[in-house]
């Protein structure tokens, strides 16, 4: 069964528009309370946070032209880095689906979407979230022609909540630097069904550094849709919901006053907590590759010697991402070169950054 958020529903389209092209780069999250487990649909069982990237992302583009084949649901041409993609137009078909609802217009058009990543497809990053969230905020830009009253409010919130019917983790590329989805009593605003910024963090976190380290670019043996749905009658999930909440609480104080030592243990806590679920799930599996712990160790030998703040993050993968103040880049770029890089698949890395927050909480398109 499912639910219908009546906000959402269409308005009254004023304008009519007959054919158009939109565009828009979403970038890439990594989140640092994880989303891990479902309730209904595409709602989280508890409340993510995450950092925004700015070097890895999705451009998209979304041409509209009248329809001309009515047999199918919709009238969709999908291009992957230009070229056809018959795995992915079927991911866009069920987004669409999911959707329809809430924009009706996706039955009366051909759409022609084509999209690219910043980063290489076969990376073992997460391309999920950055482009469902391009797509989301593309037909957003569509409806805005249909009804340019529409206010930017409501334009980032209704983008966030599609992009969650496509990919979860995607409602938290719509908008900000800091994201939080998930409805917590510490956060203003929070909801379930969309991600909103956290806002203004302490400076020791502005342009916070994640160096991406490539240790595994196989394919994921489970998908994240799957992992989600092993924490229904997990052992452990009640606690680690009950866990996530708390931590968002302590990352807020965290992030506002500029706890490094805090964050460091918050968020390496996580990743690791991340990874315990998977492994005590049933059936259990193990997305960490020997070379993710051997990293680790090097991480915590680092930190040990120099006493500077690095830790990292996990998500549903072996790659590690390396966070760490701005302020300590060329010192942790040293450690990268010298020592990290070797435990990497081809030596390959990306090196990637948070976007320092805009003064205007609601940019314009
Ligand atoms: C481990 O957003 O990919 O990256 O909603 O089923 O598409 P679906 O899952 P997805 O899950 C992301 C899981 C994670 C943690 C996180 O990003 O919070």
Redesign the pocket.
Known sequence: KIMVVDKFLPKKYTEKVTRGKVQHRAPS???LV???G?KDF?LPANP?L?FTLTNSYTDTSVEFLPRTDFNASFQIDFYFEENPKEAFLTKIETFFNRMRLYMPFLRDYHFVVRSHNSFPHSSGI?S??SAMAALAVCLMKIEKLFCPEMTDEFFYEKASFLA?L?????C?SIIGSVVVWGEHPEIPNSSDLYGVPFGMTHEVFHRYQDTILLIDKGQKQI???D??DLMNNHPYANQRFVQATENISKLNTILRVGALDDFVKLIESEALT?HSMMMTSNPYFVLMRPNTLATIEQIWNFRRQTQIPVGFTL??GANIHLLYPYQYKSEVQLLIESNLKNFCDNQQIIEDEVPLESANFYPKF
């Open positions: 999250n990594i989140a994880k989303y891990w479902k595409q993510s995450s997460a999920s979230a969650r496509g990919s979860g983790s995607a938290r998908s994240s849709t992992g989600h991340l998500d549903a």
